[in-house]
């Protein structure tokens, strides 16, 4: 099995790296970054970068596509490179999935036309304008498309994956060894839960209103 983590300028770095974690456990499966060019790729805050070891034409046929978000997701709207390479990837995979706002390029891509979706909450809505039905669940598995919602999602995705794929028993083991045993000290984690203030202030910066 070939899992490809598509890579891009600004990328969110948990939304690649906390199914990375995960799904590398997968038996007998090759975990690779891919990109439009080689080499390493600077994550949204500029201070990491991830090494996309192969182009998009170097993995034409992944078993399993996934997509993260990040602020330079919006970029990545109309480039035909990389749309293209998603529809291509997924006419043979068998799980196209995507986190926070790597969604919303699935969807540019034409992939969840009238199919339930989720996006990191900010972006939720705009899954509309692309034929879409945005759901607030924290993972949503609609076929083979299982999309997670924003960021720290994504290890949740992963672990359902790993069910999908190897087995509820293997998936546990994976949550266990990785001690995946969220205990926030905070409850702000949704928008439902936060402060009011704290939510329309995200609300009124929101760079999704200008996509």
Known sequence: MQIAIVLFDRFTALDAVGPYEVLSRVPDAETVFVAERTGPVRNDTGSLALTADRTLAD???????????????????????LLDWLRAADATSTWTTSVCSGSLLLAAAGLLTGRR???????????????AEPTGERVVTDGKYVTAAGVSAGIDMGLTLVGRIAGDEHAQAVQLLTEYDPQPPYDAGSPQKAPAWLVEEFRTRNRFILT
Do not use: I, R
Not at 59 to 81: H, K, R, Y
Not at 117 to 131: E, F, N, Q, R, V
């Open 59 to 81: 993995v034409p046929a992944p078993d399993v596509v996934l997509v993260p978000g990040g602020p330079g997701q919006t970029e990545q709207m109309d480039n035909a490179a």
């Open 117 to 131: 979706a989720t996006s990191h909450w900010l972006a939720l809505d705009l899954l509309k304008g692309y034929g």
